[in-house]
């Protein structure tokens, strides 16, 4: 609001041409910015401005704007998604700083996340550690009524929670061994508390985990820093329950349909 | 044009059974030797992806995003319709058809309508299965709730992320044929082109948003789930990326493109703070279930609202429309709210907002109850505006949220290019002139996982036969694909060479201005006339003006977004045009030389039809055709929610 204080802030913005250039941080002003902006508002400010000066501007990937689609990142200040609790960088707004303030932003860092440009990063290893086994193998029609399967509440809610991730890669962002297991955790817990959920469990979490390893992830040594950065405050018992899903997993064997939904397609 | 509809003959409950039934199959042993371009990757693109990958046919599925995931689906926020009558309110097939078509201002198909409405109890059986966690009563069966423009609890949803879980549950299936190679996934590629061969659509040409490379795609069918194009508008709850070229980009090609100027405002959004607003955010329209929409009785009185008394205060929606009272439908919803606003009792810094208050509902059932509800959206809202709802009613405007318009679609859901086949809400089939509430997600997963399986098998099945299709295989190599390469290194080439003033933003944010004050909630003969005249004006400023930095052959945003202001400057036009031409109110069309005291208006006499434009060259005056109308099942009458 133009009643409001603006604010004058310092920027040392990560800039990199491509994976295969070394990157730098540059330093920009960035005066006269709304406490009501979004950062990613405040991010659009400094690109028009940029581009006015006839310099490229900041690339950085962002799509919702409404803290769903898991598409924005960035480190602000050392902080995935920056220094408030539970939310995303595009749900960040400028209020949460001051006057005068110097933001230090980077792209996510993590061996599995290859950079694109400048802020912008490859997260697709997590869509392949979905693929690898993060689903019900349940064919479109000739399923019975919804109503069939009746699921306690407090179950449906912890899967729910778990549900809520976005898969934004924060927590291997966060992470010192780049660990995923969060993410992989959200993944295997949602459907761990529910009966659908049953039959591929010891299939699920294994093949999970084996593609993880495979794309690089580490492992969790339990600093629970991903907790902390978490947009969706996903609870680190995700994890603890996909630990004892591999075990017993592994005491069970995969007998249930090994590599899950493999009679399917033509 | 040809606009044959191909609805079945026969009584409405039976026409979609019927036509399953006469439909052509393809023999799943033959199905692999089809390929199948997907286009798009929210509800309604990977639902179909997923099913046709599963059924045996060779997929490839496009997306802009990283991810498939991040499709703007994931953003709907209240709920899935569908006619359980688990809640024995009432509820059937024939209400919810007979809700959407009423709903829609009657101005869509009714054989569709009635189709969607038959399989909306599938999808939730389906969604079911694939562990989307809806919300649950106590005694473990599904929950639902109310949603405007009903009178039943028909809506189904999990907190205030339905659209999320429903995609995730749609993404699931869609990763497990990718894993198993059915599906190829292509993110980060955004289709600039289609390719059409022979009278088909054959194939599309995309540009890898990394790597800059503008690559050709062959396939014996396309299917465009592109979603709408609200951000014409510039500021709209629609997603950044979110834009008209793959479907203007048929449209150019010969794709008849219907009643482009029905767009939906949606009543609850948070209002813009200043010249810096990217987008707009959505309060989901559930908060309408408890929360009370009111302004102060008095013009200019700016207390702040807990101190305003029950006696000064207008709760608008309740006097007006008392049988639905807060829940009536968007369309309404958001025209009460613009005219309070232009009474001068609009509340807030800029008099362009109205309070959805919750104190009674605090009141009635504490302030956990509420929280239960709707605890992740008062999060939102306190994260964007810095206050607190359970305190200081929200404050509330309307805002560009869907596009009931389209690419025009027979019952197949085939547009006029054969082989070119469009769902989601990149059609323009089932929601008429005002979509209702929770009815997206409905319509996006009914096409994908029910609807376009069959007819795409019946279009295989019956004009394309699989001894040509083994013996001639489309290749790239037809001089159709390479002409379409040509022209898109060509205008890739020409934005980034003017090198002009302006960035790409600034040119999109005037467009929206203009489209907003001219072609938004209210229409007039003469602001419509204004626009056709500055568009183009914009249009050539932009094409000599703007300013493209970086390389063609790298990640380069300010490229991607030229492009996409580029369609929505000539698609503007269109729908400029469309709405000019459309001499009456209807659903979200409001035109404010046909009104009845603040309502909309229709004839019936001249304009129960399908308006479709079809390009006729660079320059040039589109062609307006219709589609009649005709209803045989709901009786056309005046839509009351009094």
Same mark, same amino acid.
């Given at each position: 609001?133009?009643?409001?204080?603006?604010?004058?802030?310092?920027?040392?913005?990560?800039?990199?041409?491509?994976?295969?250039?070394?990157?730098?941080?540059?330093?920009?002003?960035?005066?006269?910015?709304?406490?009501?902006?979004?950062?990613?508002?405040?991010?659009?400010?400094?690109?028009?401005?940029?581009?006015?000066?006839?310099?490229?501007?900041?690339?950085?990937?962002?799509?919702?704007?409404?803290?769903?689609?898991?598409?924005?990142?960035?480190?602000?200040?050392?902080?995935?998604?920056?220094?408030?609790?539970?939310?995303?960088?595009?749900?960040?707004?400028?209020?949460?700083?001051?006057?005068?303030?110097?933001?230090?932003?980077?792209?996510?860092?993590?061996?599995?996340?290859?950079?694109?440009?400048?802020?912008?990063?490859?997260?697709?290893?997590?869509?392949?550690?979905?693929?690898?086994?993060?689903?019900?193998?349940?064919?479109?029609?000739?399923?019975?009524?919804?109503?069939?399967?009746?699921?306690?509440?407090?179950?449906?809610?912890?899967?729910?929670?778990?549900?809520?991730?976005?898969?934004?890669?924060?927590?291997?962002?966060?992470?010192?061994?780049?660990?995923?297991?969060?993410?992989?955790?959200?993944?295997?817990?949602?459907?761990?508390?529910?009966?659908?959920?049953?039959?591929?469990?010891?299939?699920?979490?294994?093949?999970?985990?084996?593609?993880?390893?495979?794309?690089?992830?580490?492992?969790?040594?339990?600093?629970?820093?991903?907790?902390?950065?978490?947009?969706?405050?996903?609870?680190?018992?995700?994890?603890?329950?996909?630990?004892?899903?591999?075990?017993?997993?592994?005491?069970?064997?995969?007998?249930?349909?090994?590599?899950?939904?493999?009679?399917?397609?033509? | 044009?040809?606009?044959?509809?191909?609805?079945?003959?026969?009584?409405?409950?039976?026409?979609?059974?019927?036509?399953?039934?006469?439909?052509?199959?393809?023999?799943?042993?033959?199905?692999?030797?089809?390929?199948?371009?997907?286009?798009?990757?929210?509800?309604?693109?990977?639902?179909?992806?997923?099913?046709?990958?599963?059924?045996?046919?060779?997929?490839?599925?496009?997306?802009?995003?990283?991810?498939?995931?991040?499709?703007?689906?994931?953003?709907?926020?209240?709920?899935?319709?569908?006619?359980?009558?688990?809640?024995?309110?009432?509820?059937?097939?024939?209400?919810?058809?007979?809700?959407?078509?009423?709903?829609?201002?009657?101005?869509?198909?009714?054989?569709?309508?009635?189709?969607?409405?038959?399989?909306?109890?599938?999808?939730?059986?389906?969604?079911?299965?694939?562990?989307?966690?809806?919300?649950?009563?106590?005694?473990?069966?599904?929950?639902?709730?109310?949603?405007?423009?009903?009178?039943?609890?028909?809506?189904?949803?999990?907190?205030?992320?339905?659209?999320?879980?429903?995609?995730?549950?749609?993404?699931?299936?869609?990763?497990?044929?990718?894993?198993?190679?059915?599906?190829?996934?292509?993110?980060?590629?955004?289709?600039?082109?289609?390719?059409?061969?022979?009278?088909?659509?054959?194939?599309?040409?995309?540009? !890898?948003?990394?790597?800059?490379?503008?690559?050709?795609? %062959? =396939?014996?069918? /396309?299917?465009?789930?592109?979603? +709408?194009? #609200?951000?014409?508008?510039?500021?709209?709850?629609?997603?950044?990326?979110?834009?008209?070229?793959?479907?203007?980009?048929?449209?150019?090609?010969?794709?008849?493109?219907?009643?482009?100027?029905?767009?939906?405002?949606?009543?609850?959004?948070?209002?813009?703070?200043?010249?810096?607003?990217?987008?707009?955010?959505?309060?989901?329209?559930?908060?309408?279930?408890?929360?009370?929409?009111?302004?102060?009785?008095?013009?200019?009185?700016?207390?702040?609202?807990?101190?305003?008394?029950?006696?000064?205060?207008?709760?608008?929606?309740?006097?007006?429309?008392?049988?639905?009272? !807060?829940?009536?439908?968007?369309?309404?919803?958001?025209? %009460? =709210?613009?005219? /309070?606003?232009?009474?001068?009792? +609009?509340? #807030?810094?800029?008099?362009?907002?109205?309070?959805?208050?919750?104190?009674?509902?605090?009141?009635?059932?504490?302030?956990?109850?509420?929280?239960?509800?709707?605890?992740?959206?008062?999060?939102?809202?306190?994260?964007?505006?810095?206050?607190?709802?359970?305190?200081?009613?929200?404050?509330?405007?309307?805002?560009?949220?869907?596009?009931?318009?389209?690419?025009?679609?027979?019952?197949?859901?085939?547009?006029?290019?054969?082989?070119?086949?469009?769902?989601?809400?990149?059609?323009?089939?089932?929601?008429?002139?005002?979509?209702?509430?929770?009815?997206?997600?409905?319509?996006?997963?009914?096409?994908?996982?029910?609807?376009?399986?069959?007819?795409?098998?019946?279009?295989?099945?019956?004009?394309?036969?699989?001894?040509?299709?083994?013996?001639?295989?489309?290749?790239?190599?037809?001089?159709?694909?390479?002409?379409?390469?040509?022209?898109?290194?060509?205008?890739?080439?020409?934005?980034?060479?003017?090198?002009?003033?302006?960035?790409?933003?600034?040119?999109?944010?005037?467009?929206?201005?203009?489209?907003?004050?001219?072609?938004?909630?209210?229409?007039?003969?003469?602001?419509?006339?204004?626009?056709?005249?500055?568009?183009?004006?914009?249009?050539?400023?932009?094409?000599?003006?703007?300013?493209?930095?970086?390389?063609?052959?790298?990640?380069?945003?300010?490229?991607?977004?030229?492009?996409?202001?580029?369609?929505?400057?000539?698609?503007?036009?269109?729908?400029?045009?469309?709405?000019?031409?459309?001499?009456?109110?209807?659903?979200?069309?409001?035109?404010?030389?046909?009104?009845?005291?603040?309502?909309?208006?229709?004839?019936?006499?001249?304009?129960?039809?399908?308006?479709?434009?079809?390009?006729?060259?660079?320059?040039?005056?589109?062609?307006?055709?219709?589609?009649?109308?005709?209803?045989?099942?709901?009786?056309?009458?005046?839509?009351?929610?009094?």
């Amino acid at each position: 609001m133009s009643t409001k204080q603006t604010l004058n802030l310092k920027l040392h913005v990560w800039r990199q041409k491509n994976a295969s250039t070394e990157g730098a941080f540059a330093h920009y002003d960035a005066p006269g910015i709304s406490p009501d902006m979004s950062f990613l508002e405040m991010m659009d400010v400094l690109n028009e401005r940029l581009i006015e000066k006839g310099e490229e501007p900041v690339a950085f990937d962002h799509d919702c704007r409404e803290g769903i689609c898991g598409m924005c990142s960035m480190v602000i200040n050392g902080e995935p998604h920056g220094p408030k609790r539970g939310v995303t960088t595009c749900q960040l707004h400028m209020r949460s700083f001051s006057d005068g303030d110097e933001i230090w932003i980077e792209p996510f860092r993590a061996g599995p996340f290859p950079l694109l440009k400048d802020l912008a990063v490859n997260r697709s290893a997590l869509d392949r550690v979905v693929a690898a086994g993060g689903f019900i193998s349940v064919r479109t029609g000739g399923t019975p009524d919804g109503n069939a399967i009746p699921i306690n509440k407090a179950e449906a809610d912890l899967s729910m929670d778990a549900a809520a991730c976005i898969g934004c890669g924060a927590c291997v962002a966060a992470c010192k061994n780049g660990s995923a297991m969060l993410f992989l955790g959200a993944q295997v817990s949602k459907y761990l508390h529910l009966p659908q959920g049953q039959t591929e469990r010891a299939a699920r979490v294994a093949n999970m985990i084996n593609k993880a390893d495979e794309e690089g992830f580490g492992a969790c040594s339990n600093y629970t820093e991903c907790e902390a950065v978490c947009p969706k405050e996903i609870p680190v018992r995700v994890i603890a329950e996909t630990y004892r899903e591999y075990v017993r997993s592994a005491v069970k064997g995969k007998a249930q349909g090994e590599v899950a939904g493999k009679d399917d397609g033509a | 044009m040809n606009l044959d509809s191909k609805i079945p003959s026969g009584p409405i409950e039976q026409k979609w059974s019927k036509h399953k039934f006469e439909m052509k199959l393809v023999n799943p042993a033959n199905r692999r030797h089809y390929r199948v371009i997907v286009v798009g990757s929210g509800l309604a693109g990977a639902s179909a992806a997923a099913t046709l990958g599963e059924q045996g046919y060779n997929v490839d599925c496009f997306c802009f995003q990283d991810s498939p995931r991040r499709a703007h689906s994931i953003a709907a926020q209240g709920g899935i319709n569908a006619a359980k009558n688990y809640q024995n309110d009432g509820d059937s097939v024939y209400r919810l058809f007979y809700d959407t078509v009423k709903g829609g201002d009657f101005r869509a198909r009714e054989a569709n309508v009635h189709r969607l409405a038959e399989v909306s109890v599938n999808i939730i059986d389906q969604c079911v299965a694939q562990g989307v966690p809806f919300a649950r009563e106590y005694g473990g069966t599904l929950a639902n709730r109310s949603f405007g423009g009903a009178q039943v609890s028909r809506t189904f949803y999990a907190r205030g992320q339905t659209g999320q879980q429903l995609l995730l549950g749609a993404y699931s299936a869609l990763e497990r044929q990718v894993g198993l190679g059915t599906v190829k996934m292509h993110t980060r590629h955004e289709m600039m082109e289609l390719v059409v061969v022979d009278g088909r659509a054959r194939g599309i040409v995309t540009r !890898n948003m990394v790597t800059g490379a503008v690559e050709a795609w %062959a =396939a014996d069918a /396309v299917v465009l789930a592109t979603g +709408g194009y #609200g951000n014409v508008f510039y500021l709209s709850t629609n997603a950044m990326g979110c834009n008209v070229t793959a479907t203007y980009r048929a449209y150019k090609k010969g794709a008849g493109f219907a009643n482009p100027c029905y767009t939906q405002i949606h009543p609850t959004c948070i209002p813009v703070t200043g010249d810096h607003q990217s987008k707009l955010t959505l309060m989901s329209e559930s908060l309408r279930n408890d929360g009370r929409v009111w302004v102060p009785k008095q013009k200019g009185d700016k207390r702040p609202p807990d101190q305003i008394p029950e006696a000064d205060r207008d709760y608008y929606l309740e006097r007006k429309y008392p049988s639905f009272g !807060n829940l009536s439908p968007r369309d309404i919803a958001s025209r %009460a =709210a613009k005219q /309070v606003c232009d009474e001068g009792r +609009g509340v #807030g810094d800029t008099g362009l907002g109205v309070y959805l208050d919750f104190a009674d509902a605090i009141r009635r059932m504490g302030e956990q109850t509420v929280r239960e509800r709707y605890g992740n959206l008062f999060q939102m809202y306190e994260q964007i505006t810095g206050e607190n709802p359970y305190k200081v009613p929200m404050r509330i405007f309307p805002a560009v949220h869907y596009t009931m318009g389209g690419l025009w679609v027979d019952y197949n859901l085939q547009s006029t290019i054969p082989g070119l086949h469009v769902i989601g809400e990149a059609n323009f089939s089932d929601h008429g002139a005002n979509r209702l509430g929770a009815s997206a997600l409905m319509q996006g997963l009914a096409d994908g996982y029910f609807i376009l399986p069959y007819t795409l098998g019946n279009y295989f099945g019956s004009q394309m036969p699989v001894t040509e299709v083994k013996k001639n295989p489309i290749t790239t190599a037809r001089p159709e694909f390479a002409e379409a390469v040509k022209s898109v290194n060509d205008r890739v080439s020409r934005l980034l060479s003017i090198k002009g003033t302006k960035s790409p933003t600034s040119f999109h944010r005037d467009l929206g201005k203009i489209m907003w004050d001219k072609c938004g909630m209210g229409r007039t003969r003469e602001g419509l006339t204004q626009a056709l005249k500055e568009i183009p004006e914009l249009r050539e400023r932009f094409w000599k003006e703007v300013n493209v930095l970086g390389d063609g052959n790298a990640v380069n945003q300010s490229l991607e977004l030229a492009g996409r202001v580029a369609d929505f400057l000539e698609f503007a036009e269109m729908m400029v045009r469309d709405a000019l031409e459309r001499e009456e109110s209807c659903g979200g069309h409001f035109r404010e030389e046909y009104q009845d005291d603040g309502e909309a208006l229709r004839d019936d006499d001249k304009f129960c039809h399908v308006a479709v434009w079809e390009y006729q060259g660079e320059g040039k005056k589109p062609m307006r055709h219709t589609e009649p109308l005709t209803f045989e099942n709901v009786k056309l009458a005046t839509r009351s929610y009094k």
